[in-house]
């Protein structure tokens, strides 16, 4: 059996059933995956929308944004993209930035238009120690994560099991100190610390930009966050179409500020999307015919979506608890 499913089948087979994070790794990332083989076109949307796919408005805000940090931190220009997708972000950045180095960080392919334009790396262990901005947007949400429930007290993890040769979710005991509320959901991601660890050996000196969709622990715990989309639409069969379905799940900031602040860098802004882009001028860069992506970027995905802007501060050793 080709692609993803043959791999989980085999896991199952060989273990009694398989965890959703590992679940997910295989849908998402492994050949035939959803970002390794569906979501490859070089076209707007395909599914879903990021921020600098329906607007270079966004492009624009954040590259005044960083000008104001290189002024106010005395920073050379070079960026660091984890996670650049299509390129978009990118084309944006070098566009009204015109940095002195521009990596890109990105397991799939380099993107056509990029070529000769930035250096595509497809590992952090490949970034040379820099000053300078690293940008994330929408990479925490696409890490692996556990499902965890908490029922009668009780806190279990969704596994992935077979029956009949059909694909079911099952729960199984959790031991954790990572606890969602009573009837709620809660995705506990795997690999953030050790990314955030990496960028932070990497960075000599510098800022980390991170945008993603969530909220606080108690407003991502509270409810069911994992969501399955197909073709432009929330799905319920993500069993039935491995690797021709995105599976995510809200960003729990509270986690990544304290995972961040852990290693050693020092939260320097957290706030609504839509509160960055105004503060930030985006009517100042926006025309009229621009209207309805401003409205989309301020009122949809600016209150769904967060901005962690991160500093690390020259010749600061990580913390011990990293």
């Known amino acids: 059996m080709d692609g993803p499913l043959g791999k989980i089948l085999s896991e199952i087979r060989e273990k009694g059933f398989i965890t959703f994070d590992r679940f997910v790794e295989l849908s998402l990332y492994d050949s035939g995956g959803y970002y390794t083989s569906k979501r490859l076109s070089l076209k707007p949307g395909e599914d879903f929308f990021t921020a600098p796919e329906l607007s270079p408005l966004f492009g624009k805000v ?12 005395k920073l050379p220009l070079n960026l660091v993209e984890i996670g650049a997708g299509k390129g978009f972000l ?6 009204f930035l015109k940095p002195k180095a521009y990596f890109v960080v990105e397991k799939r392919g380099e993107v056509p238009f990029l070529k000769g334009k930035v250096k595509w790396l497809n590992s952090l262990k490949e970034l040379p120690n820099l000053r300078g901005f690293v940008v994330a947007n929408e990479l925490f949400d696409a890490f692996p994560f556990k499902r965890l429930v908490k029922e009668k007290g009780k806190l279990f993890e969704v596994v992935v099991a077979e029956e009949e040769g059909e694909l079911k979710e099952e729960l ?3 031991q954790g100190s990572i606890e969602p509320l ?3 959901e ?4 795997v690999g953030w610390k050790e990314l955030l660890r990496e960028v932070y050996l990497k960075l000599e000196e510098g800022v980390f930009v991170v945008f993603d969709y969530g909220g606080s622990f108690g407003e991502v715990a509270s409810k069911r966050s994992f969501r399955a989309f197909r073709n432009g639409k929330i799905v319920n069969d993500y069993l039935k179409e491995v690797g021709k379905t995105d599976l995510t799940a809200c960003v729990d900031f509270d986690r990544l500020k304290r995972l961040s602040e852990e290693i050693g860098f020092k939260v320097l802004e957290f706030k609504p999307l839509s509160a960055f882009l105004l503060e930030n001028g985006i009517e100042k860069f926006a025309s009229f015919k621009e209207l309805p992506a401003v ?3 301020l009122v949809d995905m600016g209150r769904k979506f967060k901005v962690l802007v991160l500093l690390k501060e020259r010749g600061q050793a990580p913390s011990g608890k990293a």
Request: glycine share 6%.
């Open 90 to 95: 990118a084309k944006d950045l070098l566009k």
């Open 172 to 174: 199984r005991p959790f």
């Open 295 to 297: 409205l989309t970027l």
């Open 62 to 73: 954040l590259s005044s944004y960083i000008e104001k940090l290189k002024e106010s931190f």
């Open 186 to 189: 809660y995705p506990l991601f």
């Open 182 to 184: 009573e009837g709620g």
